[in-house]
């Protein structure tokens, strides 16, 4: 029961690199989300997806792409990595509609030098 | 743009002691989660509030919610330290069926002290 999966676990990177943080779920959920959480802080919203093909932003997307070709995988693309990507990112999905209850992935700690 | 406020920020308190967080947020939803996080860990469901009125209990927590205050509570009875961790409410508006996302308060740093 793997729930969601998110890889790396951790990543150091150099400013102007790029990479894609992966995600995937395996409770067939409609929904999945991208957050980012700063140190000592709260989750904002990057992007998000609703169903496959379909993505929208949240309160933080510059920086950052997506894309959900299928259900189950909503990976996340730094393009052009900047200091202030230095963020633990949360993958998160849920089923949608009248319940919105998130199940979490273990997170990527990302360093930006 | 729906804003989620918790108070307080920073909690110390005495084992055995009873405590209530609370979480206020800005337009209509009867939708409301509240989470843990550990140092360092992912973030944990707790609770899932549906309706005015819901209340939920697990062990020495229980949340409930008023819609029409726009308020949920997470009261702890008898703390003990397993119970040390970030707790986060987490809210989605009735406005966004169909589009759903969660938009989550700022947390509750909880620090059980023997």
């Known amino acids: 029961n793997a729930g969601v999966t998110q890889t790396p676990k951790f990543r150091i990177l150099k400013i102007g690199q790029s990479m894609t943080l992966q995600c995937a779920q395996d409770m067939n959920h409609n929904y999945m989300y991208w957050y980012r959480q700063d140190p000592g802080m709260g989750l904002k919203l990057i992007y998000y997806s609703v169903g496959a093909g379909i993505t929208d932003k949240g309160e933080v997307p510059n920086g950052y792409n997506v894309s959900r070709s299928t259900t189950e995988d909503f990976p996340l693309r730094l393009e052009l990595a900047a200091p202030s990507q230095t963020s633990v990112y949360f993958c998160?999905?849920?089923?949608?509609?009248?319940?919105?209850?998130?199940?979490f992935g273990q997170g990527t700690r990302l360093t930006v030098v | 743009e729906l804003k989620v406020e918790q108070n307080p920020l920073f909690l110390s308190m005495q084992e055995g002691k009873n405590y209530t967080i609370y979480c206020n947020y800005s337009t209509t939803s009867d939708r409301l989660y509240w989470y843990r996080q550990d140092p360092g860990k992912s973030l944990e469901s707790l609770f899932v509030?549906?309706?005015?009125?819901a209340v939920k209990q697990e062990g020495r927590l229980m949340a409930s919610l008023d819609t029409k205050a726009r308020l949920s509570t997470l009261h702890i009875t008898a703390a003990v330290h397993d119970l040390s961790a970030t707790y986060f409410c987490?809210?989605?508006?009735?406005?966004?069926?169909?589009?759903?996302?969660?938009?989550f308060g700022t947390g509750t740093r909880l620090t059980i002290i023997p």
């Open positions: 509030l549906l309706s005015n009125g």
């Open positions: 987490a809210v989605d508006p009735l406005s966004n069926f169909g589009n759903e996302k969660l938009t």
């Open positions: 998160a999905s849920s089923h949608g509609g009248m319940n919105t209850e998130a199940f």
